[in-house]
């Protein structure tokens, strides 16, 4: 998924200028603005290629990021983040794992698909906002008619006074249906009973592997047998409110077009989408140069990486797409290999090269306390809904930063995640009493990090396997 940004966040074109991407994404992420800088640069090349004459923009290629550093510095929150702001598709995944199947798992290209797959379905969730007003209103319409249904068509009659009782009915039924929607709106009925029919579960899909990399493919055979495959319903009893939730669904499915759906959605990943190639460095180097067997694995993935990366044709179940301006960031420690152990063909099509530094105490405690949603705010708000009040002071959160950069280097760095092991195992007691803590107001102050720390830190091997 992309980042967690509210739809309302996303960027427009006239905010997209490098300085004010990287102002939001100080929001959530601490340092590393060389970073920020790169991406930014590499979001607003793709606004400005939009702006120029067809034959132009067909010939700017996206110049492609290379992260250098170690774990949990942010190179996947910046890329994530970043995805979120633009509204772009994006996908991570490890370069690794294409080693571990080798070539009789999933191909490379499966990763297209799978993007293809996150821009069709948040195409999908686009117009399917954009639908929602006008399916609101036919929502509310349907539940009236459910609670209220429409009186019987009468046979038509000469009688005037059968005329007269049929005016009566129809003008006390126009009444109680003004009653009624005056309740429905003000959600005083959200809690009545009332009978739905509803689709039953979809029936009739087959799961095929295709000769191509063993890609799974869904083929639902109601499509292509209709006849054979009747739409069964069913009757549900269920609340209004669930109701209003399953008739918003259908009106919704209703007034959008799948086709464009996935014309639009193959569209949004040529010209946005993002491939986040994390532990690329896994795949540097040569296997048999160190002493391994044949050359088959690393550089075989590199291989097949490389036509992808460079711009090539993928067949989806939704069409041809196409990969020339995919932004593509590959990212890596590099501790045991170097960028220039990858193919030089490789190397040539990541050529924005930014490294993150490892974190400092300093950087720790903006962590705790800089960004939007901070794990301090986190757990003071996950506490919060029990009623315990949680306060960090200045000096706890010194504490906690410092005590991060000490475990960080006395065993294996992870960065920030050192944080949430730590403050897991400072608010366990808290955590675990939930509702039945007393008192409901604490303290985390530096005292306080020590005392439930103190013991773990002083054992090197429990802190090892604790920490």
């Not at 309302?8 to 959530?28: M, W």
């Not at 702006?51 to 910046?78: R, S």
């Not at 639009?264 to 946005?272: K, T």
């Amino acid at each position: 998924m992309p980042g967690r940004v509210d739809p309302s966040e996303v960027l427009t074109a006239e905010d997209r200028s490098p300085r004010q991407i990287v102002e939001k994404l100080d929001r959530y992420i601490v340092g590393q603005d060389d970073a920020k800088r790169a991406v930014a640069v590499a979001l607003r090349n793709r606004f400005r290629r939009r702006k120029l004459p067809p034959e132009i923009a067909a010939e700017i290629m996206p110049k492609n990021l290379l992260m250098i550093g170690p774990t949990g510095v942010g190179k996947t929150e910046i890329a994530r983040r970043l995805a979120g702001l633009a509204g772009s598709p994006f996908l991570k995944l490890e370069a690794s794992k294409f080693t571990e199947v080798g070539y009789v798992g999933r191909d490379v290209e499966s990763m297209i698909r799978d993007l293809v797959e996150i821009g069709v379905d948040m195409e999908r969730e686009a117009k399917r906002r954009e639908a929602a007003p006008a399916a609101r209103h036919a929502v509310e319409e349907r539940l009236l008619d459910l609670l209220l249904p429409p009186l019987p068509a009468a046979a038509p009659s000469a009688d005037p006074e059968a005329k007269r009782r049929r005016a009566e009915q129809q003008d006390s039924w126009s009444r109680s249906r003004d009653v009624i929607a005056a309740k429905l709106s003000a959600g005083e009925l959200e809690d009545r009973t009332l009978e739905l029919e509803v689709a039953a579960a979809t029936q009739g899909a087959l799961r095929m592997f295709t000769p191509g990399g063993m890609e799974e493919m869904d083929l639902n055979l109601k499509d292509v047998l209709p006849g054979l495959f009747p739409q069964n319903k069913r009757r549900r009893k269920m609340t209004v409110a669930e109701a209003r939730e399953v008739l918003q669904r259908e009106e919704e499915d209703l007034r959008i077009d799948e086709d464009s759906i996935a014309r639009d959605g193959l569209r949004r990943v040529e010209e946005s989408g993002i491939l986040f190639l994390d532990e690329i460095d896994k795949i540097a180097g040569r296997d048999a140069a160190r002493g391994g067997g044949p050359d088959v694995s690393r550089e075989g993935v590199q291989r097949d990486l490389l036509p992808i990366v460079e711009g090539t044709l993928v067949k989806t179940k939704y069409g041809m797409v196409r990969t020339d301006h995919i932004l593509f960031i590959g990212a890596g420690a590099f501790h045991a290999a170097k960028p220039s152990d990858l193919m030089p063909e490789l190397q040539g099509r990541f050529p924005i090269r930014v490294e993150l530094a490892a974190l400092t105490r300093e950087d720790f405690v903006r962590i705790l306390t800089e960004p939007e949603f901070s794990l301090t705010r986190q757990y003071s708000e996950l506490l919060a809904t029990e009623e315990i009040r949680l306060e960090f002071t200045p000096d706890g959160i010194e504490r906690l930063a410092e005590i991060a950069e000490d475990v960080n280097r006395r065993h294996e760095n992870i960065g920030a995640r050192r944080l949430h092991t730590l403050l897991e195992r400072v608010l366990e007691d808290e955590s675990f009493a939930g509702p039945d803590l007393e008192p409901k107001r604490v303290v985390v102050d530096a005292a306080f990090v020590t005392s439930r720390l103190s013991q773990v830190l002083e054992d090197v091997d429990l802190s090892r396997y604790v920490l």
